[in-house]
T-cell receptor, first 115, second 111 residues
């Protein structure tokens, strides 16, 4: 039972480079999310998806893009990396089928440094 | 505006002590979750509370949802160093799909 798998765990990027953070879940969850967590700070929502083919912006989407071609995968793309994108990135998923949210399953994170 | 305020922000206690962490809001939540996050890892879901007044126990951890579903508490009995971490409450306000994370309580249990 893998849950939510993120790769890579660590990455150093130079300013202006691009990369894709991978996220896969095997729980057949319909909702998926990308958060960033800066040191000593809370979780900020970047993008989310309510199902394959549907994505929407969170509170800090600038500089990022996402796609959701399958239920399982939700990659996050960074274009033209900037030092302000240095952070720890978490992917999460949940099953939303009614009025009650039963919580999220998080991946173990990708620690990204932009130099 | 932060809708879920946690207190205390930081807590450092000795092994064996008891502690309570609070999660408060002026809004009503349809459900509320508690997570624990250890350094270098993602948050791990501990519990979901749904019904006002509900109490759930997970070994030495006791979770309570307020009668009005606006607040929650986490009580740890006989804390151990393994309880060290960042504790987050989170939930979705009734009538919305927006999921809110609390401000967090950073707990350190000293051996």
């Amino acid at each position: 039972n893998a849950g939510v798998t993120q790769t890579p765990k660590f990455r150093i990027l130079k300013i202006g480079q691009s990369m894709t953070l991978q996220c896969t879940q095997d729980m057949n969850h319909n909702y998926m999310y990308w958060y960033r967590q800066d040191p000593g700070m809370g979780l900020k929502l970047i993008y989310y998806s309510v199902g394959a083919g549907i994505t929407d912006k969170g509170e800090v989407p600038n500089g990022y893009n996402v796609s959701r071609s399958t239920t399982e995968d939700f990659p996050l793309r960074l274009e033209l990396a900037a030092p302000s994108q240095t952070s720890v990135y978490f992917c999460a998923s949940s099953y939303e089928g009614g009025t009650i949210n039963y919580g999220y399953t998080f991946g173990s994170g990708t620690r990204l440094t932009v130099v | 505006t932060q809708l879920l305020e946690q207190s205390p922000q930081f807590l450092s206690i000795q092994e064996g002590e008891n502690l309570t962490v609070y999660c408060n809001s002026s809004s009503v939540f349809s459900s509320l979750q508690w997570y624990r996050q250890e350094p270098g890892e993602g948050p791990v879901l501990l519990v979901t509370v749904v019904t006002g007044g509900e109490v759930k126990k997970l070994k030495r951890l006791t979770f309570q949802f307020g009668d009005a579903r606006k607040d929650s508490s986490l009580h740890i009995t006989a804390a151990q160093p393994g309880d060290t971490g960042l504790y987050l409450c989170a939930g979705a306000q009734t009538g919305t799909y927006k999921y809110i994370f609390g401000t967090g309580t950073r707990l350190k249990v000293l051996a």
